[in-house]
């Protein structure tokens, strides 16, 4: 038995969810629960909604930010993160330890510092995307605020991990990461839920190339409406399906009626799992064309059920298809490869089965939940274990299951020995030049 109990921060968990990171928490915290971990997830929540369930054996906490109407978005991450400190206090009171926080993302950045340093406790993150790689560059101020954040949170955690060698290689660049504190681990897809036969919803006749994710510019949607006249133009009878919702929605639609596509592409907004799976059964090929895409779980479930998948060859997505061998790559932007490549899975019956079994292989090797949670746990064991014979925890006399309260054995350092003990709490320090102590 593995006797680890960790405390995760994520500002969306499922039913509340924006993106894939409400799924990649939920599924690996079922994932760590399965190898006896005990896992409590602090997020997001709606007034109607329960405070706090047991879900799979996951302890959930659902919290709303306070009811002030916040100017911007960043007025309301700052409202919701104290929140979850109101909460966490009570989580520590009431269970006197955590051996471990988990952060997923900037947007709980500030609650994750505040917790490590109160309850002395060791911080892993766990950065998803990044600002600067989202906008292809930084180019306001709400952006390098984010940026700093995504960087403080990246400095005040023991380890960090990221979702593909893409991402390594570009938290690295973007904070002065040393390599010995990032870690690699993939996010997985669970097959049991996309196997055949196991949604019986019906989406006409057709062939079906169908999207699904968050409609915002960096998922490529444009660039998939721009190849639909050179596909339609060969396959006549095929329809596009895109599922999400974004803030490109309505730019989008007006891009299809502008193009004659109305008839041809059809909007489903919204989508529960249900839809989801049936539409990947459905599909005749999955096409995600991002211009930007840290991981690209969507590439994993789609695989999973069975469905041929034409991916832009981009950050973490051209890291798990290999071409021509259980999927398909385009040129990141452009429509005239990524209308070739659909074109070639659509109408090559072999490739097609070639794509299949060799898509489902690859899930049940390497990105089963069952391998990450793993691969998870041992960062975990490796971080529990340095900071047992770190001195930050020496200094500050923790005994094992007796944690402080915030506030207790505080101590006066002056400027360079305060320097000293936080640079032994971040682990190891990310760009010299920020150690402007007063």
């Given at each position: ?300 479930e789609a695989m999973a059920a069975g469905v041929p998948v034409v991916v832009s060859d981009t950050g973490g997505m051209g890291e798990i298809v290999t071409h021509g061998v ?38 049940e090797e390497v990105y089963s939940w069952d391998k990450i949670a793993e691969r998870t746990i041992q960062v975990y064991r490796q971080v529990r274990d340095e900071y047992l ?50």
């Amino acid at each position: 038995m593995v006797n680890i109990r960790v405390l995760m921060l994520s500002w969306e968990y499922p039913p509340h969810s924006v993106g894939g990171l409400a799924k990649h928490v939920e599924e690996l915290s079922e994932a760590l629960v399965a190898k006896e971990l005990e896992i409590h997830v602090l997020s997001v929540g709606s007034p109607d909604g329960s405070r706090m369930e047991k879900r799979n054996g996951v302890f959930v906490y659902r919290i709303e930010p306070y009811n002030i109407s916040a100017p911007n978005f960043l007025s309301w991450v700052h409202q919701l993160n104290f929140r979850m400190v109101e909460e966490a206090i009570k989580l520590f009171k009431q269970y006197k330890t955590y051996d471990l926080l988990h952060a997923h993302d900037w947007l709980v950045g500030y609650a994750g510092r505040v917790l490590k340093h109160a309850y002395v406790t060791p911080l892993v993150a766990t950065i998803h995307a990044t600002e600067a790689g989202r906008n292809q560059g930084l180019h306001n101020d709400d952006q390098r605020y984010i940026n700093s954040i995504e960087w403080w949170l990246t400095y005040e955690s023991w380890k960090v991990i990221a979702c593909s060698e893409h991402m390594r290689r570009e938290v690295k660049g973007l904070f002065g990461l040393p390599d010995d504190k990032i870690q690699v681990i993939p996010n997985g897809v669970d097959w049991k839920k996309f196997k055949a036969g196991l949604y019986n919803i019906s989406f006409g006749d057709g062939k079906i190339i169908f999207f699904v994710g968050r409609l915002v510019r960096e998922k490529g949607v444009q660039v998939l409406l721009d190849a639909a006249p050179a596909i339609l133009a060969r396959e006549p009878a095929a329809r596009f399906v895109i599922a999400g919702t974004g803030p490109m929605e309505d730019q989008l639609k007006y891009q299809a009626r502008l193009m004659g596509l109305e008839h041809k592409v059809e909007f489903l907004g919204y989508i529960d799992d249900a839809t989801k799976g049936a539409l990947y059964q459905q599909a005749s090929v999955a096409v995600f064309p991002s211009l930007y895409e840290p991981f690209g779980i969507v590439a994993l479930e789609a695989m999973a059920a069975g469905v041929p998948v034409v991916v832009s060859d981009t950050g973490g997505m051209g890291e798990i298809v290999t071409h021509g061998v259980n999927g398909l790559k385009a040129y990141p932007g452009n429509a005239e490869s990524l209308a070739y490549n659909i074109l070639h899975a659509l109408q090559n019956e072999v490739l097609r089965q070639e794509l299949k079994k060799n898509g489902k292989r690859l899930i049940e090797e390497v990105y089963s939940w069952d391998k990450i949670a793993e691969r998870t746990i041992q960062v975990y064991r490796q971080v529990r274990d340095e900071y047992l014979q770190s001195p930050w925890y020496k200094e500050n006399n923790v005994a094992p299951g007796d944690r402080p309260e915030p506030g207790e054995q505080e101590q006066n350092y002056t400027a360079p020995e305060r320097y000293s003990l936080v640079e032994r709490r971040a682990g190891s320090f990310s760009r010299p030049e920020r150690r402007n102590w007063q």
